[in-house]
Every structure is written in structure tokens, then in C-alpha cells.
């Protein structure tokens, strides 16, 4: 982009080819201004150097309009000043390192505007004590039609197609089935299994009592959120050496919820991580739950990242883990259960494309002043808090491989700035490609953007979404993505799209004027499940200020919010095909349609069986064998049904006596009502990352 300093109520417009030792391309900058007349004038400038690359860049501009007013040509000097105000991409694959070059969709400008985008919880007391709370650990997962977002302080379910509320409960009330401890929730997780249709719900509970501290783990009975759930609580408790637990990740597979948790001494440092297995077939078809645990022997291996697993055949689920500033790893739980799975632990790989900088937590992200009133911390609004470089959310095993994302500062030594690193490996652990989202320029004193709490999702297409909190000396903190498509360039992202700017300044530390000022401490992004193409991603933004006050207790007039985008890639759709026992449909599972083709399926009976029926979008197309989907714009569903014959009663002779035979037409499952909750206690047998939850008794308006 070009930054211009022009006399009042004059615009420049112009077009230059970008010419380096990399590539070249044309870029049409237009600087908006006051539109009165236009005069051409000559201006010629041979080549400017951009600061916006690490290697020379170098910009020849074609052609030159300063518009201006009054029908009179421009008087005295034009400065410019190139910057690129487009993130650095860098794409790194086993060829290499290849840096964001003219040909990437970042500098084509390339974004995927969002669709559905909406308000979600923000900070309001907890509706059922008048606590507020800091940090919200930002969280939440959508359904078919409803979305169901958890934070420290409440449980909200929207309408996903709107984002009105539906209802609002603290998170006492929501996990008081359990039998924990009030107020003593936090580290919420939520995602949305779209094999069994089911919301599962995770928190830490009794989180200040070194003997009990637990892990509240709800099943939802349907896919309907605001429908009735199983809830189940076991102890974290390993020994008096390992007592105390924070910061717990969730995923699964079609075989075990996987749920790593930190291990803390007595003196609350951590020094490992232990995984839980809970056996998922059991939770879904009982109302008990079996639960095995795996501890690290290894210290400072904290925050392992089960994954989301997306496929109903894959039996080992897998647990990444941040191993060190160059290095991660990738651990396996084999076994179908329900017994005793086997919990392999894998060895350090070295990730390629240079190593970073932990960073570490300290208050480090720039802001801008507030709109009105002051800083506590003077000119120099006060920062917010930086988290580590561990990786805090889900990764996503997809179509054969694994994605996940860390936080990391950059360069690695003497760091001036924090992005975001994305990573796609195989099941093996080898590296397949990755990439960096960052302004190689940015400082915390220059108006240039740092990129954290990041969250990824992967859909059918391959295609897939990173969400994360910009931050900028010059801005306040928004909420945005960035997105690749599997049909772009190796290793790039589109452009990011900001779908929430701050509002406000935001400082609140409930302690000092310098104390933590906590953000995130984790952010979620999900595929829908209605068509496995579209994403959604819910992120922090700093939202208006109540009041001027700036003090360290609940009169402080700064609010944090979370707001919803969705958004379509576009290219492609998914029909999703099914098909029940007695005979097949092919092809079967998630088909991947690009948008104006065709698609065809043969429905087939096995022998001695029927088909009874076909259903496309849920509409009966009657006993047919063959379906097209014609220009395909929209995802779809078909789904074919099959009879089998009607036998008996009959009389089958064995031996000296008879038996009779009847057809039972149904079966019905009726398991006993489960308990309120089911209590386990523990199952046999490195400095914090994500801190206590802050709580103060409540807002002073």
C-alpha cells in the first residue's frame, strides 16, 4: 500500500509493478480522499524501496492522478512512503523456505469477507453469583442450529442463524449436577462431534483445593444444546508431589475423548502433563464412564493438543505437543477400548523453517489509547498480556493428516514481534508444509499488527481457517482470520480480514496497575456441521469502555467481548452421503463437489434386502438406484434406507425338540435415567502456561 501526505482535499491514485529478484506483478493502489476534479500531472519516480519485504523490493510506478480541487494542479512536493500493510507470509516446505513473493493470494489482496457475524458472551457478571471474571478463555462450538459458547464467567446458546439468545446460565448453575465447588470453574472447552451428533462440554472444577481439584466433563443427549446432558466429574489428584491441575485440552476420536491437563507441585510450578482417556463408545451408549490416565514422566512438557479427529474410521487418536523453540512431537492412543488403551509418546521433530522465541507471559501486546479518559500507564497506553509459544488449542487430524497452531515470537533472537505459526504433518509426525503469519516490521511502538491466540479448523475441501486477536500500537485489539484454500499457492494465506476492530482501550488486572492484564487465553475455531465446508471462529476484541476509570478493581470501566464470523471458501461444496444397513451408496461419507459440477450416486441393495427409499435434502425420492446432484451450488445430503424380508414366525426343528421364531420388529434401548453425576476418583496410574482465573465480586457501574 502507499502512504501519502498530500495538501487538504487532494487524493492520489496510482499504479505500479512491483520488480525484485523474486517475481513481479501489477498492484493498483488507490488512496481515497475528496473527491472535487481530476488533473493529470507527470510525476515521475523511478523506483522506491519497500520496507515491507526482508529481501529488496523495488516498486515502478506506471502511472500517476493526483485529484484535487478546484480544477488547479497540485502545488509543492508529494512525499511517499512505501510500507506493505500486508502480513509476511512465509511458506516453508521440504523444498525449503520460500518467502511471500508477488504471485502469493497475500499480496493479490485475496480475502474471504465473512458471512453470519454476531455478538457472543462478553463481560457481564456470572448471571448466578455476581462474580466478574478475567480472562475469559474464549470458547465455544456450533451445532446444526445452534451455537453453544462457554466462558469463565457463563454458558450461552445463539441461534446460529441469527445470533439471538436463546439462554444464558453461569457456570455454576450449568456444572452444579457435578457436585464441585462453586465459583471455582475455569479453562472452558466446547467442540461439536458431527458423527454422533452430540456437544461435548469441559472445565476445570475445584480449582483452589490441592486434594480435589477435578475435571467436569457433559455430553450432550442430542444435538440440541438447550436438551438434557450427561455430566460426569473424576479428580486430577496424582500425589502430594502432583497435586494441583490447571489449563486442560480437549479432542477426540470415534473411540476416546482425549483431555490433557497440567501438573502442578506444591509450589504451583508445572513440571508435567498428564492425558486422560475417557472411553467414548461407553460415555454415548451408558450412563458410567471409564477413564484411564497417562502421566509425562518427562518435566516442562506442559499443554499437549489433543486433536479434533474429522473421520469415522480412524482408531488411534493423536496428542501434539510443543517440545521446543525448533521442535514438536506427536503421541498416539492406540486401542479401541474399553480397556486399558496403550499411550505411546513420540520423540522431538525437528520443525523446518527456523526456530522462534518462547516469548513467555509477561504484559507485551501494544494497544492505542483509550477513546476517551487516560491510561493508568501514561502516553504509553498499558499493554496486555502476552502468552507463550505451547499450543493451546485443538489441532485437527483431516484427510490423512494433522493441523495445529502456536503463537510464536520473532525473529528468534531478540524478538520485536508475535505470529502465528501454522503446521501440517502426517500421522507419522513428518513435516508436509507450514507457514508464518506476521509483519516482519512491527514493533510494539510502530502501528504494525502482531497476530496471537491463534485456532485453526480444517474442512472436507482441505481448505482451512486460522483465527486470531490483532494487536497494534496504533489500533485497539479486533478480532479476525485469515484463510487458505486447497486450490492456493503451497504454504500461503489469503489476506487477513479484521471482522471485528476494537472498540476501546482495555486494561484490567484486578491487582496492580501493572499486574497481568490477561487476554484470551485461547481462542476456538470449528467447522459447521451442516455442510463441513463453512467455518466459524469466535475471537477477543476490547469492547467501548463503561466509564474513564482505569482502576484495578470492578469499577475499572474497561470490557472485554467475543463476537461470531462465518465464513464460506466458496469453491466447493460437500454432500454428505449415507447410507443404513442392508446396502451401500457410492460414493459414501463426505463428497467434495466444486461448485458448478456434477455429481452422481448409485444406490445398491445387498442381497436379500430392499431399498425402501432415498431422501435428498430430507425429501423422499422413492426406491431409486441412481441420483444427480446437476450444477451443484449449495452442500446437500442423500441418504438411502433398506428393508430386509419379512421371515416367521416359523417352526424350526432341532434335535428331540421344537423352537418358534418370531420377527421383533424393534429394537429399543432403554438404559435407567443416569445420575445427576457420576464421580471417579483418580483413575491408576514446568512454568504455568495459562495462570488462575482472576475473579472480583462485581461491577460497580
Known amino acids: 500500500m502507499l502512504q501519502l501526505e498530500l495538501a487538504p482535499g487532494l487524493r492520489i491514485r496510482a499504479v505500479a509493478r512491483r520488480e525484485d529478484e523474486r517475481a513481479s506483478a501489477v498492484l493498483a493502489v488507490v488512496c481515497l480522499g475528496v473527491v472535487a476534479s481530476m488533473v493529470a500531472i507527470a510525476f515521475e519516480l523511478a523506483t522506491a524501496k519497500s520496507a515491507g519485504h526482508a529481501q529488496t523490493s523495488h516498486y515502478v510506478f506506471t502511472g500517476i492522478t493526483v485529484l484535487g480541487a478546484g480544477g488547479s494542479t497540485a502545488g509543492g512536493s508529494i512525499n511517499i512512503t512505501i510500507v506493505d500493510d500486508v502480513p509476511v507470509a512465509t511458506a516453508i516446505n521440504a523444498g525449503g523456505v520460500t518467502e511471500d513473493s508477488a504471485t502469493t493470494v497475500v499480496d493479490g489482496n485475496v480475502k474471504t469477507a465473512p458471512g453470519n457475524s454476531f455478538a457472543g458472551l462478553d463481560d457481564i457478571a456470572m448471571a448466578d453469583s455476581g462474580y466478574i471474571i478475567i480472562p475469559p478463555d474464549v470458547n465455544g462450538t456450533v451445532g446444526p442450529t445452534k451455537i453453544f459458547q462457554m466462558l469463565n464467567n457463563n454458558v450461552r446458546i445463539l441461534d446460529k442463524a441469527t445470533g439471538a439468545v436463546l439462554s444464558t446460565v453461569g457456570t455454576n448453575t450449568f456444572w452444579a449436577p457435578t457436585g464441585a465447588s462453586a465459583n471455582n470453574y475455569t479453562d472452558p472447552r466446547a467442540l461439536y462431534d458431527p458423527y454422533n451428533n452430540r456437544f461435548i462440554a469441559l472445565m476445570q472444577g475445584d480449582l483452589d483445593k490441592s486434594t480435589a481439584n477435578s475435571l467436569c466433563l457433559a455430553i450432550s443427549d442430542t444435538n440440541d444444546p438447550q436438551g438434557t446432558w450427561h455430566m460426569y466429574r473424576f479428580s486430577c489428584y496424582e500425589n502430594s508431589t502432583y497435586q494441583y491441575a490447571d489449563f486442560p485440552t480437549m479432542g477426540f476420536n470415534k473411540n476416546w475423548i482425549a483431555i490433557s491437563i497440567n501438573m502442578y507441585t506444591s509450589a504451583q510450578t508445572a513440571v508435567r502433563r498428564s492425558v486422560f482417556m475417557v472411553h467414548y463408545p461407553t460415555l454415548l451408549n451408558s450412563n458410567t464412564a471409564t477413564v484411564y490416565r497417562a502421566d509425562n514422566a518427562t518435566s516442562n512438557i506442559i499443554c499437549g493438543s489433543p486433536v479434533v479427529t474429522y473421520s469415522t474410521a480412524q482408531d488411534t487418536e493423536f496428542v501434539m505437543q510443543r517440545r521446543g523453540t525448533s521442535t514438536y512431537s506427536i503421541d498416539y492412543i492406540v486401542g479401541a477400548g474399553p480397556s486399558a488403551p496403550t499411550y505411546v509418546t513420540g520423540a522431538a521433530i525437528t520443525r523446518p523453517g527456523g526456530t522462534w522465541n518462547a516469548m513467555g507471559t509477561s504484559n507485551?501486546?501494544?494497544?492505542?489509547?483509550?477513546?476517551?479518559?487516560?491510561?493508568?500507564?501514561?502516553?504509553?497506553?498499558?499493554?496486555?498480556?502476552?502468552?507463550?509459544?505451547?499450543?493451546?488449542?485443538?489441532?485437527?487430524?483431516?484427510?490423512?493428516?494433522?493441523?495445529?497452531?502456536?503463537?510464536?515470537?520473532?525473529?528468534?533472537?531478540?524478538?520485536?514481534?508475535?505470529?502465528?505459526?501454522?503446521?501440517?504433518?502426517?500421522?507419522?509426525?513428518?513435516?508436509?508444509?507450514?507457514?508464518?503469519?506476521?509483519?516482519t516490521l512491527a514493533t510494539t511502538s510502530n502501528g504494525r499488527p502482531h497476530f496471537a491466540n491463534p485456532s485453526i479448523s480444517v474442512n472436507a475441501a482441505n481448505d482451512f481457517m486460522i483465527g486470531f486477536t490483532r494487536f497494534s500500537s496504533q489500533q485497539h485489539p479486533g478480532a479476525g482470520y485469515a484463510m487458505h484454500l486447497?486450490?492456493?499457492?503451497v504454504g500461503t494465506l489469503r489476506d487477513t480480514v479484521i471482522f471485528h476492530d476494537g472498540e476501546d482501550y482495555y486494561h484490567k488486572t484486578f491487582s496492580t496497575n501493572t499486574g497481568r492484564n490477561r487476554w484470551g487465553d485461547y481462542s476456538a475455531t470449528m467447522v459447521d456441521p451442516s455442510d463441513d465446508i463453512s467455518f466459524w471462529t469466535v475471537q477477543e476484541y476490547a469492547k467501548a469502555r463503561k466509564s474513564v476509570s482505569d482502576t484495578t478493581t470492578g469499577a475499572n470501566g474497561s470490557r472485554w467481548a467475543t463476537w461470531w464470523a462465518q465464513a464460506t471458501p466458496g469453491n466447493s461444496y460437500v454432500i454428505a452421503?449415507?447410507?443404513?444397513?442392508?446396502?451401500?451408496?457410492?460414493?459414501?461419507?463426505?463428497?467434495?463437489?466444486?461448485?458448478?459440477?456434477?455429481?452422481?450416486?448409485?444406490?445398491?441393495?445387498?442381497?436379500?434386502?430392499?431399498?425402501?427409499?432415498?431422501?435428498?435434502?430430507?425429501?423422499?425420492q422413492g426406491a431409486i438406484t441412481a441420483y444427480t446432484f446437476s450444477n451443484v451450488t449449495a452442500s446437500h445430503t442423500i441418504a438411502a434406507t433398506f428393508s430386509a424380508p419379512t421371515i416367521g414366525p416359523y417352526i424350526m426343528a432341532q434335535g428331540n425338540y421344537l423352537e418358534t421364531f418370531a420377527d421383533v420388529a424393534t429394537w429399543t434401548n432403554n438404559f435407567a435415567a443416569p445420575a445427576a453425576a457420576t464421580r471417579f476418583a483418580?483413575?491408576?496410574?514446568?512454568?504455568?502456561?495459562?495462570?488462575?482465573?482472576a475473579r472480583q465480586a462485581g461491577y460497580a457501574f
Open 364 to 439: 507485551y501486546y501494544p494497544q492505542s489509547a483509550p477513546v476517551s479518559g487516560s491510561s493508568v500507564c501514561g502516553t504509553t497506553p498499558c499493554a496486555i498480556e502476552r502468552s507463550d509459544d505451547n499450543i493451546r488449542t485443538p489441532g485437527v487430524f483431516r484427510n490423512g493428516n494433522i493441523y495445529f497452531v502456536q503463537q510464536v515470537g520473532l525473529p528468534s533472537s531478540g524478538a520485536t514481534h508475535v505470529g502465528i505459526q501454522w503446521t501440517q504433518i502426517t500421522t507419522n509426525g513428518a513435516f508436509v508444509v507450514g507457514g508464518r503469519l506476521q509483519d
Open 486 to 489: 486447497a486450490s492456493d499457492g
Open 577 to 620: 452421503a449415507t447410507a443404513s444397513a442392508g446396502g451401500t451408496i457410492t460414493p459414501a461419507g463426505s463428497v467434495v463437489v466444486n461448485a458448478g459440477n456434477n455429481q452422481a450416486f448409485a444406490i445398491a441393495a445387498n442381497s436379500c434386502y430392499a431399498i425402501t427409499d432415498v431422501k435428498v435434502d430430507g425429501v423422499s
Open 682 to 693: 483418580s483413575a491408576a496410574s514446568a512454568a504455568s502456561s495459562g495462570g488462575r482465573t
